[in-house]
């Protein structure tokens, strides 16, 4: 039989039915209903204060003034529906930035305005809420998730010792206060399997980030690819790198002979030692998602990836963007 949402007229004679002892099967069938939609709502409509809470007491007048403030409920707009801060949710979701950023971002470009002021989690739930009924703003978010997921932690991989290594036990106690320019983290980027990678360089204080593509994972590749990205970077901003164990950083002393660095190396299994440069890695993917043919990715999408980065508002920079808080440097001038 085809659905149609109860009234007043049926919670009246489901309320009298109910006190005269009678069961949901012969509600339902008194009234040309499913049993389960008369149990539903026994239980959903029930009198909140009912003394006998094992047996469900139901009301007419009760009932019908819950069912219709649930309904109400249901048809509330949210905030985000409205313009323009919705629109400028959007368009901050099409910059890929995340819902955090772009509240950061509200409270600075419209500091004295409450109708712009919402908070990330409404705007999660929005998008959440959406999805479900068939939109696609989700794929803006970095993780892509129509809901909400539990993670689950992956599993170490084995990793071998650089000869000659310095470990980072021995970097200067500055570059962990982040109290300088110059100081970096570097890591690589992998597609599918022998396809192709990325090298990524992120500078510790301001989240400046060089994104370069590789064609292969071989040591020389990598430091000739990294000494032409950093010697783009003023020499007061070459002081240190914080590298993983990974075989491509094998020719680090050709890197520190060229760019006037020192390198020093995590802790095998301890991502959080480069937190930053993980953290940045992490954002790449929603350009290169994990498994992509790295040697199809041309160098122009690699530095448009980059620009984005560089250009989105951190939440650790007082939502300025990496490339704001280098420009604000003496003789500094980098382009987006």
Same mark, same amino acid.
């Given at each position: ?89 959007? +368009?901050?979701?099409?910059? !890929?930035? /995340?819902?955090?950023?772009? *509240?950061?971002? =509200?409270?600075?470009?419209? &500091? @004295? ?85 990325? +090298?990524?360089?992120?500078? !510790?204080? /301001?989240?400046?980030?060089? *994104?370069?593509? =590789?064609?292969?994972?071989? &040591? @020389? ?90 250009? !989105? ?24």
């Amino acid at each position: 039989m085809p659905y149609t949402q109860l009234n007043d007229q049926d919670r009246y004679v489901i309320s009298h039915m109910h006190m005269a002892g009678f069961k949901p099967t012969e509600i339902a069938a008194k009234l040309g209903r499913h049993r389960s939609t008369i149990g539903r709502e026994l239980k959903r409509n029930r009198c909140p204060h009912c003394p006998y809470p094992h047996s469900p007491h139901y009301l007419f007048d009760t009932a019908q003034r819950l069912a219709r403030e649930r309904r109400d409920q249901a048809n509330r707009r949210y905030k985000l529906d409205n313009l323009p801060v919705g629109q400028y949710v959007c +368009a901050g979701l099409e910059q !890929r930035w /995340s819902p955090q950023q772009i *509240v950061g971002r =509200l409270h600075l470009d419209y &500091a @004295d305005d409450a109708s712009m002021d919402v908070t990330h989690e409404t705007i999660y739930q929005w998008i959440y809420r959406r999805s479900a009924l068939g939109d696609t703003l989700h794929l803006q978010l970095r993780r892509r998730q129509p809901r909400r997921r539990r993670r689950i932690p992956g599993k170490r991989s084995l990793r071998g010792q650089i000869p000659g290594r310095i470990g980072i036990e021995m970097r200067p106690a500055i570059v962990g206060h982040r109290a300088r320019f110059g100081d970096w983290e570097s890591d690589t980027v992998e597609g599918a399997k022998g396809r192709g990678l990325l +090298a990524t360089h992120l500078e !510790r204080r /301001s989240r400046y980030l060089l *994104v370069r593509k =590789l064609d292969n994972k071989r &040591a @020389d590749t990598f430091s000739r690819v990294s000494i032409s990205a950093l010697t783009t970077m003023p020499a007061k901003l070459r002081r240190t790198m914080t590298a993983d164990n990974g075989k491509e950083f094998a020719a680090f002393a050709r890197m520190e002979s060229q760019l006037k660095l020192r390198v020093y190396f995590a802790n095998p299994h301890a991502p959080w030692e480069r937190g930053a440069n993980e953290n940045a890695n992490g954002l790449l993917r929603d350009y290169f998602p994990k498994g992509i043919d790295m040697r199809r990715v041309s160098h122009h999408q690699v530095a448009r990836a980059q620009t984005m980065l560089n250009n !989105r508002p951190r939440k650790c920079l007082n939502y300025r963007t990496p490339l704001e808080v280098l420009n604000a440097l003496p003789g500094v001038a980098l382009r987006n």
